[in-house]
């Protein structure tokens, strides 16, 4: 029972617990007398126009993207960095080519208009 | 009063078993305690870290901050705690039940669940993960998910673009955060955090990579999601973003998520740069070094504080050019010199920090005449766009 992950597996339940015991006494101890106007998105002002869940512009997304690439390419650095202090000098430059790959790729998507906020 | 952390545990640990009970269930037990003991002091901790970034808010922008409840007003949350318990939480029809009630949840989660790692006393802290940076990474992108469900469960157009914006912003400056991590890792040779403070003992870590130590500092107030860089909530653009449609205490909880992650920025900043518990005695005294530790905290969390009263909110372009032209390609930059200089100070004998300051202080200077450069392209090209409206004004007339 040494696991470290043992401590983890108690602190995010009860990170997860203490505030919803928390939402809950709101619940309970706060008025609830819901109707149909004041359950209208907004309660009060214009009442909206159309569904919420509308198709809004691509780039959102193609950051979206440009991140997933990025997180998984920077997963793969961090073994390289852990073994970093036993490596020779010339493990460190192909280190420092995976990221000029990433650099390139950077700069490809950068030049295709991708970073571009239109 | 050598180590009260260790005599604590231990004192604990006779008791269990002298009670009968197995020392790995009592280990547990002791784990579980710890656990909750942790998590409900970061909430209660919440109470006072408010009212005090109020006051040095009001201080910052010429006024007093909360003053009016108990004594300097620190009672003041403890007031608002009251009144949102018992104010009606208002379900908007439409929403997206179980992921709406979830997303409060999940963004307090992620904050109390980063603070596993780090070591807060020499010998005391919530466990010692071998991956603990990359578990740090992964707890906060929690945080980041749930403010996503947040918007786009409330079946709100102001929240859906709250929900977008995160899309854009919090997860974008996860990849500097990420890649900066890797810094403090390859100078210590290790991923735990414990092992990361412990190689910061005889220099600390700003002090080798002061720039790394900045771009991360900026990308972490950025994941935070506030000012500058409070687009997420934008209130005077997108009203409140995706906490909008959410009242009483699960809107509470945000609050609570968002103040308590400025802290855990400095807490983490303090560690992965600034030695964490380190400082003159604090060996033989943990004491001290949970002191030591506490200062750094509070000093880098007065910095961001100080950030946030300053300077206004930039705009979704800006902040998406700042990310992804400015601060990746830094980072790439400072990773790759940071390994190859260092590798080279070893294999060369050269003093390392002294080699490394040097890096950095050249790359400093590229970037500063860099950044200078464009600034002066961006004028120039301002000013032909101002000379042309101009006359064209002139010919109209």
Known sequence: MHDPWVFVAFLLPIGLLLPAVAVLMGIILGPRKPNAIKGTTYECGMETVGDTWVQLRASYYIFALIFVIFDVEAVFLFPWAVAYSQMQLYMVLEGVLFLLILAAGLLYAWRKGALEWV | ?397
């Open chain 2, 1 to 397: 009063m050598g180590d009260p952390f260790g005599l604590i545990g231990r004192w604990f640990m006779d008791l269990l078993t002298g009670w009968g009970m197995e020392s790995s269930a009592a280990l547990t037990l002791l784990r579980f305690l710890g656990a909750g003991v942790m998590a409900i002091v970061l909430l209660f901790a919440c109470f006072f870290l408010i009212v005090a970034e109020r006051k040095m808010l009001g201080r910052f922008q010429d006024r007093y901050g909360p003053n009016r409840i108990g004594p300097f007003g620190i009672f003041q949350t403890i007031a608002d705690f009251v009144k949102l318990i018992g104010k009606e939480i208002v379900v908007p029809a439409g929403i997206d039940k179980p992921l709406y009630w979830l997303a409060p949840l999940l963004v307090v989660m992620s904050i109390i669940g980063m603070w596993a790692v780090v070591p807060l006393a020499p010998g005391f802290r919530g466990t010692d993960l071998n991956v603990g940076v990359l578990y740090l990474v992964s707890v906060g992108a929690i945080g980041t998910l749930g403010i996503i469900m947040a918007g786009w469960s409330s079946n709100n157009k102001f929240a859906m673009l709250g929900a977008f914006r995160a899309v854009a912003q919090l997860v974008s400056y996860e990849i500097p955060m990420v890649l900066m991590l890797l810094v403090p890792t390859m100078l210590s040779g290790t991923m735990g955090v414990v092992g990361i403070v412990e190689a910061q003992s005889e220099m600390w870590f700003i002090v080798a990579a002061p720039l790394a130590a900045l771009v991360y500092l900026i990308s972490s107030i950025a994941e935070n999601g506030r000012a500058p860089f409070d687009l997420t909530e934008g209130e005077s653009e997108i009203v409140a973003g995706f906490n909008v449609e959410y009242g009483g205490l699960a809107f509470g909880m945000f609050y609570v998520g968002d103040f308590l992650h400025a802290f855990t920025v400095g807490a983490l900043f303090s560690t992965l740069f600034l030695g964490g518990w380190r400082g003159p005695g604090a060996e033989q005294y943990p004491l001290l070094g949970l002191f030591y530790f506490f200062l750094k905290t509070i000093a880098v969390w007065f910095v961001t504080v100080w950030i946030r009263g300053s300077f206004p909110r930039v705009r979704i372009d800006q902040l998406l050019a700042l990310n992804w032209k400015f601060l990746t390609p830094l980072a790439l930059l400072i990773v790759a010199v940071t390994a190859v200089v260092n590798k080279l100070a070893v294999e060369q004998g050269w003093s390392r920090i002294l080699a490394l300051l040097a890096a950095n202080v050249v790359m400093a200077a590229g970037v500063w005449g860099a950044l200078a450069l464009h600034g002066r392209t961006v004028r120039r090209r301002e000013e032909e766009l101002r000379a042309g409206a101009a006359v064209s004004a002139s010919a109209a007339r």
